[in-house]
């Protein structure tokens, strides 16, 4: 289930949550292709992959012209007009008991806004 609390990110700028507007939410939502997507059309799969709840994963930026070239970039690969996407790159944050992205910030807005509820994630382990 996706909630408004997902459509937050750390900023590292102001050290601090922040949301992502509702004017941003919806441009992102008109301009990108929604899409029941299947999670294996997407994403490259490897003997590493975990899949994980968007719920336990902490983006760590959000641009919003990235999140629309996302989308457009996961349509190309779901229609085998270029490569998967790999494995969204995390790490464990004991503080906050999430995965904070290290790559893949605008894919996992992509996700959210799509349905997508567990995503594959490679997890860093320094």
Known sequence: MINDAMFRYWDTEKKKYVMLDDKEVARVKAECEVSQAVVEELFEITNDTHLMSVADLMPSRARIDGIISASRRMLEAKAGKRTKRLPISVRFDPATDQY??????????????????EVPCSVDSH
């Open 100 to 117: 904070v992205l290290l790559d893949g910030n605008s894919t996992y807005f992509v996700c959210l806004l799509w349905g997508i509820n």
